[in-house]
């Protein structure tokens, strides 16, 4: 006998039930629309960014990017803090037999490993870290790739480094010019001839118009509409990516590269540029790298990125002005742009920034914020923000200057031709030389008239051992040393921040922000905001845009 089939239970109900039903849900809709309207929810307006037209808009765009980097590393030190004592409550949860008098040591050692990590952290030099780090991708890398910037490829050369490379053991050392679309292309070809008689050189320029990680391509269309004279695109990728290639198979196994160079010159630009993705963290401030970051190219080519290499103080004005992020900390900005412009040919200067000709650097400055708009208080030209100005422009990725390369080639003295063909071998160079050649007919580079001739200061020593840098205390710890205080105060901490912001006005934020790690105390951070709103204060006397885009 066949089983009955069950039907299912009906959907349908009566009109009052449905009807009683629906009003339900309205009166619930009204009584939420009412308690919104309340509260004043509304939507977030979006940032409309700063206008093009800013006069410090490359200043205030860095100084968006250190507060955002400053709120990220606080976010990430109460997060690991949470998971510590979530950790702790744990292990006590599990063992409830301990005794009080047990728990007191646990404490103690806990605040010891505490204070042994800020000692790592925030009391040593961050500058020793970076070179910890830098030692870390030379060893675990068997080739490094420095990376040069094409306006200045003697001056973003590090004798020690180089000399570290050598010592490490065997391990290729290949030359990359970055920026080769910021000079004209003879100067390009002269210093191409120059360079690969030394070591593999590689003529590059990285992409600018990447996405970031998990975001959508940017529309076809959109890119139409950019303007047609920026080459966005990325030059001398092939090359480099065969050049790495044909090592890998002479190798026989899996490679690992390193990138290092000087702040500024392009190191994670290189690597986005090969990833074709926006890993790595880039941006218009020095130092954004600040530890080694290990990117996966292909299943036998592992890139490292590197913090910058650190800059040794007996480097000349200029030299640290372009190359040290605390330059502008060490050396006061008028001082700081007047080494730059005194290397720079003066004709072409007037060309570029289109102000009348002047006999020193104190009347190009004048004339500088006269030109720009930028004004102190009763009309007076801002004498140190022009020079600001033109220390950022200088340092940044638009600017269009070029040096030229030694008449009389002479190898430096830590290298000799044993080691200039051995770095050689295994490398395929005949199409190395090809590649570098479709790249420079590819690349748009500025006319010869058009450029800035810059006086280059040779090659720029760095600091590989955590030995030779030297110890350096606060400002405010010598401030309340001299006054003969043993502790710091916050109340002491915020007049020394007054004074600063009095003494120095329109002040951007210093470049030696960008090496510092996380802050330890609230009294920093506190600090740190106080001048941020007294910097806008002052600077919005000086141009006629409110701050508030950033």
Known sequence: MK????????????????????????????????????RGHK????????????????????EAELRKQRLEELKQQQKLDRHKEQEKKRKLETNPGVKASNLEPVKEESGQCKAKNKTKSGKQNPKKLYCQELKKVIEASDIVLEVLDARDPLGCRCPQV????????????VLVLNKSDLVPKENLENWLNYLKKELPTVVFRASTNLRDKGKKIIKHLKLRKRAPFRNEGCVGKEGLWKLLKSFQETYGKAIQVGVIGFPNVGKSSI??????????????????????????????????????????????????ALRSPASIEVVKPVEAASAILSQADARQVVLKFTVPDFKNPLEFFTLL??????????????????????????????L???CHPPTSWTPPPHFNEGIMTEMKQGLNLEELEKNNAHSIHSIRGPRLASSI??????????????????????????????EGEDHLDLNSDQESVDEEADEESL?????EESWALPEESQADESALSYISDKMTEEEDDAYDFSTDYV
């Open 507 to 511: 002040a951007m934020v210093p470049e």
């Open 162 to 173: 180089e000399e570290a490379i050598i010592q490490s053991g065997q391990k290729k050392l």
């Open 271 to 320: 690597i986005n540029s090969l990833k074709q993705e926006r890993i790595c963290n880039v941006g218009v401030s020095m130092g954004l790298t600040r530890c080694m970051q290990v990117v996966t190219l292909d299943k036998q080519i592992t890139i490292i990125d590197s913090p910058s290499c650190i800059v040794s103080p007996l480097n000349s004005a200029s030299t640290l």
């Open 453 to 482: 001739l810059f006086q280059s200061s040779g090659l720029t020593n760095g600091i590989i051992e955590e030995m030779d840098i030297p110890e350096e205390l606060p400002k405010q710890k010598k401030k309340q040393q001299g």
């Open 43 to 62: 939507k977030p307006r979006k940032d409309p960014g700063v206008p093009n037209s800013a006069p410090f808009k490359e200043a205030l765009l860095r």
């Open 369 to 398: 914020a006269q030109r720009r708009g930028l004004h102190q208080r009763g009309g007076s030209p801002n004498v140190e923000g022009a020079a600001k100005l033109m220390w950022s422009e200088w340092t940044g990725a638009s």
């Open 400 to 402: 269009g200057y070029y």
């Open 3 to 38: 089983r009955p089939k069950l039907k299912k239970a009906s959907k349908r109900m009566t009109c009052h039930k449905r009807y009683k039903i629906q009003k339900k849900v309205r009166e619930h809709h009204r009584k939420l629309r009412k308690e919104a309207k309340k």
